[in-house]
Nanobody
Framework: QVQLVESGGGLVQAGGSLRLSCAASELTFDRYNLAWFRQAPGKEREFVAAITWIGRYTSYADSVKGRFTISRDNAKNTVYLQMNSLKPDDTAVYYC???????????????????WGQGTQVTVSS
């Protein structure tokens, strides 16, 4: 059974940084497109960043472009999200997600992802 486990969340002041990690098991990791989404209280889950398995192409939501960086280490079955210059609006539960095996098209749509982690809380104080 595929498992995605996030870690690295916490409380940070505005302007600070955090690095989230997501470890995958029971997954041919290097054949999956991966992404980070987030969900704030009372809001829908929204796309943050994605990285493909072919070419490691990355894409970002406009709200995080230039501040967040997604990366992956296939040897460790882990995807990362480096978050810099954090703002109170970044406060949310952050989820990692994986598309279907061998997907050739990256996506920013929740329903295109088959596997999800349990989430990790990120709180940015002003």
């Amino acid at each position: 059974q595929v498992q995605l486990v996030e870690s690295g969340g916490g409380l940070v002041q505005a302007g600070g940084s955090l690095r989230l990690s997501c470890a995958a098991s029971e997954l041919t990791f290097d054949r999956y497109n991966l992404a980070w989404f987030r969900q704030a209280p009372g809001k829908e889950r929204e796309f943050v960043a994605a990285i493909t398995w072919i070419g490691r192409y990355t894409s970002y939501a406009d709200s995080v472009k230039g501040r967040f960086t997604i990366s992956r280490d296939n040897a460790k079955n882990t995807v990362y999200l480096q978050m810099n210059s954090l703002k109170p609006d970044d406060t949310a539960v952050y989820y990692c997600a994986a598309q279907g095996y061998g997907s050739t098209r990256s996506s920013a749509t929740v329903s295109d992802y088959n596997y999800w982690g349990q989430g990790t809380q990120v709180t940015v104080s002003s």
